[in-house]
């Protein structure tokens, strides 16, 4: 547990629990206004309903909270309110039921959350998380992490159709497109359906993934789980929180900046080590996700200004204009990249420089409950602080780096190149090119460039982004610091420049060289990942010895980029 144990461990909980028990005196009456209702901490709930208990709830005799405090019960397991929510569900409808914080719906609306929970026997995933950040964000980031197949395959077979519907003359290609692939000047029909169609199709399977059953979830969220309208069950339900701890699998951080500023989410930590030692938790950085879509947008926007130019037969100079003017909105893209890069460094200066008393509370009678805990379970407040500071922070920074980017969270960003390289194939086809020039083009740029280069490019993308993620500029002027995410972009911009050039030259001389400088290309992107891609597909991140995992559970291999 990362702390020493106390030589007088038996008689230092015996004072703390006679210390509890002299506050409490058998009721709450030294607390007057301390109720889960007016808590704003955790799990974030607006006002109670009826605060009456009826009659067979108080033959029930549950553990309560004051209970717990006094006998030191705090991972007592209540099997009756032992409730887990379908995950799947939770999604539905782009994860509207996330969007709000529970104290922002009415009464009836915080009811109707209680049917999204069934009654269990245990929990596939504990998510661990705070109201302090926008649900979008953990909507978002969970329909990804569960769901990355769904957008891929809907993607497959939008471009498959759209390339037989152009085949097929269904849809129109009213432009052409000029190039010297056979060896002199040649014009070939050209369109947009596949490039439109498949990026569509990604965004469409990321909404509707939720409804497709790829997996099967059971989980503990705090406002599906814990009922927000009866007082007694809302009661039960939060303080008997450590008992769900003890009956889940494992545990998963949505982490965010203000993750590790809230007293519940240090219990929930402290809790899942006491009760699962071996236990696996999660580290989900929840800026991953929103990166992968920026990143996304980006390549798409690169990629329809590269068909307009080509559509258009824009000249040199125009083409020259047009991407430095495309530089800027890329610039917004890169400077949001960093500022995700930038979160997930606060993560772990978070856990290196952590401080128990400075984690917010909203509730004194909470705060008692969790220190008493800690104190029970690490027998001081400063040997768990020393644990979050120590084995807590070592394991996390050891076993994975916040670069890791699933598998399919790649191909997702490789689909949108991949789709505008079919857009010419179809190109080529269309106009009745040679097999062998096809051929060259389809080895030269679809996996020399679009694959394998693309990959090196977003390599370099998240080293520099990630290397110059705070702003190296004293004066703390914004504009500079913009600046410094305008580098970035001409810098990627160059590497992706010079392999356009040697992509063209490859596919223009001949098969050999084709061939050639596809290796090279995916000689360079394997150096760029140093291998770990290969270390990733037998399902770990960098160290499979740490407990800690900063990995995407549903994703099975792993960049490390």
């Known amino acids: 547990m990362g702390n020493r144990p106390c030589c007088r461990e038996g008689e230092a909980k015996a004072v703390a629990a006679e210390e509890v028990s002299a506050d409490t005196a058998g009721d709450i009456s030294t607390y007057p206004d301390l109720s889960p209702s007016n808590s704003s901490e955790y799990p974030q709930v607006g006002q109670l309903g009826s605060t009456e208990m009826t009659e067979s709830m108080a033959a029930r005799k549950p553990p309560s909270r004051v209970s717990r405090l006094k006998k ?40 109707a959350l209680w049917t999204y929970s069934t009654p269990v026997q245990g929990f596939d995933t504990f998510l661990s998380h705070t109201w302090l950040t926008p649900g979008r964000l953990k909507a978002l980031s969970l329909t990804l992490q569960r769901g990355w197949p769904v957008p891929l395959i809907f ?24 190039t010297t692939i056979t060896g002199h000047l040649q014009e070939y029909p050209f369109g947009p359906w596949i490039l439109l169609c498949g990026f569509l199709a990604l965004l469409l399977g990321i909404v509707l993934a939720p409804y497709f059953p790829t997996y099967s979830e059971t989980v503990f969220v705090d406002v599906f789980s814990i009922h927000q309208t009866d007082a007694e069950l809302m009661e039960r339900g939060i303080y008997g929180l450590a008992g769900c701890l003890r009956m889940s699998k494992q545990m998963q951080v949505l982490w965010s900046p203000p993750y590790l500023s809230r007293l519940w989410c240090i219990f929930e930590i402290a809790a899942f080590r006491k009760a699962n030692p071996e236990g696996k938790i999660l580290w989900t950085p929840l800026f991953l996700e929103r990166a992968v879509l920026v990143v996304l947008v980006m390549s ?24 430095m003017f495309a530089y800027f909105p890329c610039g917004i893209g890169v400077h949001a990249l960093r500022r995700s890069f930038l979160e997930g460094a606060q993560l772990l200066n978070g856990l290196q420089h952590f401080d128990l008393n400075s984690a917010g509370c909203s509730l004194e009678f909470d705060r008692q409950f969790i220190y008493t805990a800690i104190l029970d379970w690490y027998d001081s407040e400063e040997a768990f602080t020393q644990y979050v500071r120590g084995p807590l922070h070592e394991e996390l920074a050891a076993s994975a780096s916040f670069g890791d980017c699933p598998l399919g969270y790649f191909l997702i960003i490789l689909a949108v190149p991949v ?15 040679p097999g062998e020039a096809i051929l060259r083009y389809v080895i030269g740029t679809l996996l020399g460039f679009d694959l394998a280069w693309t990959t090196f490019g977003l390599v370099n993308l998240r080293n520099l982004c990630y290397h110059f993620a705070a702003p190296r500029c004293r004066a703390g002027s914004a504009a500079l610091d913009f600046g410094q995410s305008m580098l970035i972009v001409m810098c990627v911009s ?6 356009m050039e040697a992509t063209y030259w ?38 499979p010895s740490s407990k800690l995992a900063c990995a995407q559970p549903q994703s099975d291999v792993m960049f490390s980029i």
């Open 506 to 543: 490859a596919t223009e001389s001949s098969l050999w060289a084709s061939t050639g400088w596809a290796c090279f290309a995916f000689l360079c992107a394997f150096l760029a990942l140093k291998g770990k891609a290969a270390v990733a597909a037998f399902g770990v991140c960098t160290k």
């Open 72 to 111: 030191l019960k705090h991972l007592e397991i209540d099997m009756e309110i032992l409730r887990g929510a379908d995950l799947r569900r939770t999604l539905f409808h782009c994860g509207k039921i996330w969007l709000k914080p529970p104290g922002h719906l009415n009464l009836r609306d915080r009811a």
């Open 155 to 178: 993607f497959v077979a939008a471009t498959v159709l759209a390339m037989a519907l152009c085949m097929y003359d269904i849809m129109p290609m009213p432009w052409t497109n000029t």
């Open 419 to 433: 789709s505008l390289s079919l857009e010419f194939a179809v190109s080529l086809l269309k106009g009745g090119a």
């Open 494 to 499: 160059a590497c992706y420049t010079l392999g």
């Open 300 to 323: 798409f926007g690169m990629a329809s200004l590269h068909w307009f130019l080509i559509a258009t037969k824009a000249s040199l100079v125009s083409t020259f204009l047009s991407y």
